[in-house]
């Protein structure tokens, strides 16, 4: 197996010329908004129009959630679904300057980012790995359970959480949590804003977004979004450049008919990223304690990264029901020279560290399709919702690493490293993998009305889901077909309450492999909640407790790492998890905006000992703006971010007989916004982040680990039209 050549670069290079290029299109997006009024494709004030054009994906004036269909396929209010659900609006990411997919899974109720290196990251939700990851509700489990890439939120309206089991329309995956990203979609009228963002590290950022009508009558819609970022890092030698492209179209084809399609396009490019990360503990099992801005990454390492995805979806409106039909598109591509540094360090001399240079190539590349329809039916004289459906998904990763004659060549203590290291010719030998993903699957769902203030929620879904390829030499071949209910209700106790009740089962094909370089098998989980759920502010303000137990068998757990070949290996394990969480989101009056909760669990394994003890037990999540009344245009907010201790217990055996153990201490982080809106359509937001200048290593996922950001600010300019 060959790597596949790497295309060019894009046309538009993020450089100081580039920038003043880019400057000059912000100024010119800012000189089209008085074309809203000048042409027949304008804004119109009259309502009776606007109503007659179905708009998806509005941009929320509030934090959190309208409606939800990530459950279902019903739109459903969260007071309405029977499961946990959460979401961050495209205000809260303006507001806290949350551009990067780990800075909003960071701020959602009861989810972990487990950042393992710098370019990828685990995420976890309810004690378990999350690894259904989809666009507009489609989506493959990510290979290996891990997202590649700093994944940039400029192309997206909302991020949506639900948590807990979700078999009924993802298949397969995790009983920990999906996370829906909910695209950004045209608008009936013109508006469009150019943010210009300087930072810590010497970080600059431009985003566009330009939506509107591309015909007379507005039949056809369109909406073009491009975002550029570069700039230096807390670590020494890290630096990324990031391009973002998205543009969409919606037509109209009859009254009741609407086409939609649309692509984007991201690259990132950082020099000297983490393979790997800090040794956390010396040979005698004392932990390391090393300067924050500390690397192993060498000064020539790089980790380009390509992820291009495209969609097509026809609505159809026929009687009472309407029909969806949905394809979807991704590919990702890695391209990478890489340092990996492994041994155990001695304490006195810093010594025992070891080289690890690879030539490593990935492509991942799917197809997502779906077809389903809803309506009503009448039964018993009460009228009930019906979703059907199929879809079907194909995808395929494949990899391949390149090794050189010098692995094995010690290395100098860390706090003398400063990432000089002879690169190597990758040509003494190669290896890799393959794998071939099928899925496909029926679902059913009936939301029965059986009283005024009483809904039942059931349903199927019958997926069969195929793997077949090799890793590093050894095939395997895998093939599972499973049914997978789902049933929940939602009793209304009063204007502002409601109680409910929750099953749900999933299953998913692992690729992680076992020591013999073996597929794992898949894990089947389940989740079980009950919950109180209020809505208060005439929806504007949500809030639930949840109670939950989420089990699964045959889960992946990290064993070791193959220095043969490069790869961690793990062993299948038995877990349960069981606990509370509390969430909030909405507008309180007409000044304070929330978002956030708290998450209290415990994981046990089959023995019931304590298990997946690096996974927090408690989370707290919070975000808050106040638009301050005595100064028009004036907001300002904070959020905090805090965690239980966590820990993990290592190889070697202390002094005291027991095995060393790493640990990280509970910390907050505390972050502060202010946005003053200084011109009609100007705006200024100043965003301070690690106030505190706390020192943390924010995942003890690996035996390895780096430390998070200190302190540091950015300062966005922005204009609205």
Not at 32 to 59: E, F, K, M, N
Not at 272 to 289: E, F, K, R
Not at 320 to 333: I, K, M
Not at 410 to 427: E, I
Request: aromatic content about 10%; charged content about 20%; some cysteine.
């Amino acid at each position: 197996m060959t790597a596949s050549a790497s295309p060019p670069n894009p046309s538009i290079a993020f450089s100081r010329v580039g920038a003043r290029r880019l400057l000059s299109l912000c100024v010119a997006a800012a000189l089209w908004s008085p074309l809203a009024s000048a042409g027949g494709g304008g804004h119109s004030a009259d309502a009776t129009d606007l109503d007659t054009v179905r708009v998806t994906g509005q941009r929320l004036d509030r934090y959190g959630i309208d409606q939800s269909s990530t459950a279902t396929r019903l739109a459903l209010t969260p007071r309405e679904t029977p499961q946990s659900v959460s979401a961050v609006s495209r205000e809260q990411m303006d507001d806290f300057g949350l551009t990067r997919i780990n800075d909003v899974l960071g701020a959602t109720t009861g989810v972990t980012v487990e950042s393992v290196e710098t370019s990828r990251t685990y995420y976890t939700s309810r004690g378990f790995d999350v690894t259904n990851f989809q666009r507009d509700g489609l989506g493959l489990p990510l290979p290996y359970g891990i997202q590649d890439g700093d994944l940039d939120t400029a192309l997206y309206e909302r991020i949506e959480v639900l948590r807990g089991a979700n078999g009924l329309m993802s298949s397969t995956g995790n009983p920990s949590a999906t996370v829906n990203f909910v695209r950004k979609r045209p608008t009936a009228d013109l508006r469009g804003q150019a943010q210009l963002t300087i930072g810590s590290w010497d970080r600059r950022r431009i985003d566009i977004d330009v939506s509107g009508p591309l015909a007379a009558d507005g039949g056809v819609r369109g909406r073009a979004v491009a975002a550029w970022e570069e700039g230096d890092s807390h670590l020494d030698r890290y630096s990324l450049e990031k391009q973002v492209y998205y543009g969409v179209v919606e037509a109209d084809l009859g009254a009741a008919t609407t086409l939609a399609a649309g692509a984007s396009y991201q690259r990132n490019n950082p020099n000297s990223p983490l393979w790997g990360a800090l040794p956390l503990y010396y040979s005698d099992g004392s932990p390391t304690d090393y300067d924050v801005s500390t690397s192993t990454a060498s000064d020539w390492s790089f980790w380009d990264q390509e992820d291009t995805r495209a969609f097509v979806e026809l609505d159809q409106a026929i009687g009472g029901w309407n029909l969806r039909a949905s394809l979807n598109y991704q590919n990702t591509r890695s391209d990478t020279e890489l340092f990996y540094v492994y041994g155990t360090p001695d304490r006195d001399t810093g010594l025992g560290l070891f080289s690890y240079p690879s030539d490593y190539d990935g492509e991942f590349s799917a197809l997502h399709a779906d077809v389903y329809a809803t309506g009503p039916i009448v039964l018993g004289g009460r009228e009930h919702e019906v979703v059907i459906g199929g879809n079907w998904a194909d995808g395929e990763n494949q990899e391949v690493s390149w090794y050189s004659t010098d692995i094995g060549t010690p290395l100098p203590p860390l706090q003398d490293w400063d990432g000089r290291y002879p690169k190597p010719a990758f040509d003494a030998y190669s290896d890799g993998s393959r794998f071939d993903y099928r899925r496909d699957s029926l679902y059913a769902t009936v939301r029965w009305n059986l009283a005024d203030g009483f809904k039942l929620i059931t349903g199927v879904n019958r997926a069969r889901a195929r793997t077949r390829g090799h890793s590093y030499g050894e095939a395997t071949t895998v093939d599972e077909t499973r049914t997978t209910p789902f049933a929940g209700a939602v009793w209304d106790l009063g204007e502002h309450y409601s109680a409910y009740a929750s099953y749900g089962e999933i299953f998913n094909q692992q690729a992680e492999v076992d020591e013999n370089n073996r597929l794992l098998g898949a894990l089947t989980g389940s989740n079980r909640e009950i919950g109180l759920k209020g809505e208060w502010f005439d929806g504007g303000l949500n809030a639930s407790l949840a109670v939950f137990r989420t089990r699964q068998d045959n889960l992946a757990e990290s064993a070791g790492f193959n220095t043969d070949t490069g790869q961690t290996y793990y062993r299948g394990i038995d877990a349960e998890s069981q606990g509370f969480e509390i969430d909030v989101a909405g507008r309180i009056g007409d000044h304070w905006q929330l978002a956030g909760g708290f998450t209290r669990l415990q994981i046990d394994d089959a023995d019931g000992r304590a298990a997946r003890t690096y996974v927090p037990r408690e989370l707290l999540r919070l975000s808050a703006t106040w638009q301050v009344p005595q100064v028009q245009g004036l907001r300002v907010g904070a959020r905090v971010n805090w965690q239980g201790d966590i820990h993990r217990d290592t190889a070697i055996v202390g002094a005291d007989g027991r095995p060393a153990r790493i640990r990280q201490d509970a910390y907050a982080l505390l972050g502060l916004m202010a946005r003053y809106d200084f011109a009609r359509r100007w705006s200024a937001t100043l965003n301070l982040d690690n106030v505190s200048d706390e020192k943390y290593i924010p995942s003890l996922y690996w035996e390895q680990g780096y430390y998070g950001a200190p302190r540091h600010a950015s300062l966005t300019i922005g204009y609205r039209f």
